[in-house]
């Protein structure tokens, strides 16, 4: 399963294959190996058109979730930086070099919104807007309506859906979060490349808001 899988990380077959196992734990289908392709498939788009280290950004891809918090954890914020310290202890045991690791390290560390850290690199700021691109469009809104039912939200507030008349309330109702956090992600992209990106599927989630409440 994971040489096959590994493949679809081309040209980072092997290293792919080496970290897969490491990338995900936990049972959260919005953060498990489906997605960190899609991430690395955003980022290539990324790298290919603003450059970088490939090798480092591909492991920063990789190992960018490999430690699991919930979405309603306390330590949600914390996420990334316990992410990024396993990430370093596993490319230490593979015998990468210690500019590299701390790379890779910073990359993982600055992807996360919740964390709230600015990214100085060129691979943290390409990691940060491939995440992010997962997080709207199509994608974003399937992945927030799932992390919604896991967390036992409802769809939506059926007296004010768009919450006109009251605070918004991500953890009660599922498409609070749009306006919360999803429409708000466009404007932080780091790269040009992902700013265009993020417009076409800044749009997208507004049109799936869109048809949501026209059935409703």
């Given at each position: 399963?994971?040489?096959?899988?590994?493949?679809a990380?081309?040209?980072?077959?092997?290293?792919?294959?080496?970290?897969?196992?490491?990338a995900?734990?936990?049972?959260?289908?919005?953060?498990?190996?489906?997605?960190?392709?899609?991430?690395?498939?955003?980022?290539?788009?990324?790298?290919?058109?603003?450059?970088?280290?490939?090798?480092?950004?591909?492991?920063?891809?990789?190992?960018h979730?490999?430690?699991?918090?919930?979405?309603?954890?306390?330590?949600?914020?914390?996420?990334?930086?316990?992410?990024?310290?396993?990430?370093?202890?596993?490319?230490?045991?593979?015998?990468?070099?210690?500019?590299?690791?701390?790379?890779?390290?910073?990359?993982?560390?600055?992807?996360?919104?919740?964390?709230?850290?600015?990214?100085?690199?060129?691979?943290?700021?390409?990691?940060?807007?491939?995440?992010?691109?997962?997080?709207?469009?199509?994608?974003?809104?399937?992945?927030?309506?799932?992390?919604?039912?896991?967390?036992?939200?409802?769809?939506y507030?059926?007296?004010?859906?768009?919450?006109?008349?009251?605070?918004?309330?991500?953890?009660?109702?599922?498409?609070?979060?749009?306006?919360?956090?999803?429409?708000?992600?466009?404007?932080?992209?780091?790269t040009?490349?992902?700013?265009?990106?993020?417009?076409?599927?800044?749009?997208?989630?507004?049109?799936?808001?869109?048809?949501?409440?026209?059935?409703?």
């Open positions: 399963m994971t040489v096959s899988l590994a493949a990380f081309s040209p980072y077959e092997k290293l792919a294959q080496t970290l897969i196992p490491h995900t734990e936990g049972d959260d289908g919005s953060h498990d190996i489906a997605h960190i392709l899609r991430v690395f498939r955003n980022a290539l788009r990324i790298h290919e058109k603003e450059g970088g280290d490939g090798r480092v950004l591909a492991a920063a891809v990789l190992l979730d490999c430690v699991a918090v919930e979405k309603n954890s306390p330590l949600r914020s914390q996420a990334s930086r316990l992410a990024a310290e396993k990430a370093a202890g596993i490319l230490a045991g593979l015998g990468w070099v210690e500019e590299d690791i701390a790379a890779v390290a910073h990359a993982i560390t600055t992807h996360s919104f919740s964390a709230n850290i600015t990214p100085e690199t060129l691979e943290a700021k390409i990691l940060q807007d491939a995440d992010r691109l997962d997080a709207i469009g199509m994608v974003g809104a399937a992945r927030c309506f799932y992390i919604a039912g896991r967390m036992g939200s409802g769809l507030d059926p007296a004010d859906p768009l919450g006109k008349e009251r605070p918004l309330d991500d953890k009660a109702f599922a498409i609070d979060h749009f306006g919360i956090k999803l429409f708000k992600l466009a404007d932080g992209f780091q040009a490349t992902g700013r265009v990106l993020a417009k076409e599927r800044h749009e997208r989630l507004k049109t799936v808001l869109d048809l949501f409440v026209d059935e409703i």
